[in-house]
């Protein structure tokens, strides 16, 4: 988007779009580019949400394979796999 990388990641409730700079096996997220959907939600979904755009707030390193993404910060791990 506009010359630059975004990653878009969708939740059991909204979609986040976090602008991110890579390099080697470090992302850099932009936090202040951060556009959250307007859903609303509630429990669960909405404390997966609340945890996952503060994940997607601090740097990362990444490893990428045949069958996975994983994403790690000292907040913990996503790891995404091809099914």
């Known amino acids: ?13 909204g979609v986040l779009n976090v602008p991110v700079s890579v390099a080697a096996e470090a992302m ?8 959250e959907s307007a859903d609303g939600c509630i429990g ?3 404390e997966q949400r609340a945890w996952t755009t503060a994940y997607l ?5 990444y490893s990428l394979g045949k ?4 994403l ?9 796999r091809r099914s």
């Open 1 to 13: 988007m506009n010359g630059s990388l975004t990653m878009v990641v969708r939740m059991p409730c």
């Open 28 to 35: 850099t997220p932009d936090p202040a580019g951060m556009i």
């Open 44 to 46: 669960p979904a909405g």
């Open 57 to 61: 707030k601090t740097p990362l390193t």
């Open 67 to 70: 069958q996975s993404l994983v």
């Open 72 to 80: 790690t910060n000292d907040q913990g791990q996503i790891i995404f």
